[in-house]
């Protein structure tokens, strides 16, 4: 009799010490796909599918840091080329520069002030001028808020010449909440100012 209770309490064991282990398991597994399943949805996220030219094509985002320096200068080139690319035409004048504004404070619209003022614009609308803008370089600060110095080649283009001028400037950038068709980075350039702009050379253009 003392054998038999004996036996019923070893087997007893083996089955609470199995079923123990086979709990542990499932947790184990159950975990495991769990994981795998978010990790699995947390790349899918970042893929997305392009139709370009009858061709469904996989392509993958990127959190905005990566990018973020491609993004920053890409805005302060972006600025400077509606800012200082002019026509003789007010119109197309008032149309750049507006485009300009959106992306910096009320320190570009003082510089635009003050060129106004000065008549600068009146003569390129009286004397034919179109203005043309090279970016060289830009460098950029790594922490926020992010301080730019731009080097570029602003280029004068009269009917007689064509006259070259080296332009520097900085500023700080900051980064904004939201995005919009008019700032599609949504940054803002802040205490933008002209460092250099003096004429480097003159080019003759052959009748």
């Given at each position: 009799?003392?054998?038999?209770?004996?036996?019923?309490?070893?087997?007893?064991?083996?089955?609470?010490?199995?079923?123990i282990?086979?709990?542990?398991?499932?947790?184990?597994?159950?975990?495991?796909?769990?994981?795998?399943c978010?990790?699995?949805?947390?790349?899918?996220?970042?893929?997305?599918?392009?139709?370009?030219?009858?061709?469904?094509?996989?392509?993958?985002?990127?959190?905005?840091?990566?990018?973020?320096?491609?993004?920053?200068?890409?805005?302060?080139?972006?600025?400077?080329?509606y800012?200082?690319?002019?026509?003789?035409?007010?119109?197309?004048?008032?149309?750049?520069?507006?485009?300009?504004?959106?992306?910096?404070?009320?320190?570009?619209?003082?510089?635009?002030d003050?060129?106004?003022?000065?008549?600068?614009?009146?003569?390129?609308?009286?004397?034919?001028?179109?203005?043309?803008?090279?970016?060289?370089?830009?460098?950029?600060?790594?922490?926020?808020?992010?301080?730019?110095?731009?080097?570029?080649?602003?280029?004068?283009?009269r009917?007689?010449?064509?006259?070259?001028?080296?332009?520097?400037?900085?500023?700080?950038?900051?980064?904004?909440?939201?995005?919009?068709?008019?700032?599609?980075?949504?940054?803002?350039?802040?205490?933008?100012?002209?460092?250099?702009?003096?004429?480097?050379?003159?080019?003759?253009?052959?009748?």
């Open positions: 009799m003392f054998t038999q209770l004996k036996n019923i309490e070893t087997a007893f064991q083996h089955i609470k010490r199995f079923s282990a086979f709990l542990i398991t499932c947790l184990l597994l159950t975990c495991t796909v769990t994981f795998l978010f990790n699995e949805m947390r790349k899918a996220d970042n893929r997305m599918l392009i139709l370009y030219n009858g061709k469904v094509l996989e392509a993958f985002a990127s959190e905005r840091k990566q990018n973020l320096p491609v993004e920053l200068r890409d805005h302060i080139r972006t600025f400077h080329k800012f200082f690319t002019l026509d003789p035409d007010e119109k197309s004048i008032a149309a750049g520069v507006t485009k300009a504004l959106y992306l910096a404070d009320n320190s570009a619209k003082q510089a635009y003050n060129l106004r003022e000065a008549g600068y614009y009146n003569n390129v609308i009286s004397a034919n001028i179109s203005q043309e803008i090279e970016i060289d370089s830009i460098q950029l600060g790594t922490e926020a808020p992010y301080t730019f110095t731009c080097y570029a080649t602003q280029k004068l283009i009917s007689s010449s064509t006259v070259l001028r080296k332009l520097v400037t900085r500023g700080n950038i900051r980064v904004l909440n939201t995005q919009t068709d008019n700032n599609p980075h949504g940054f803002l350039i802040l205490g933008w100012e002209t460092l250099v702009n003096t004429d480097t050379n003159l080019k003759n253009l052959k009748s």
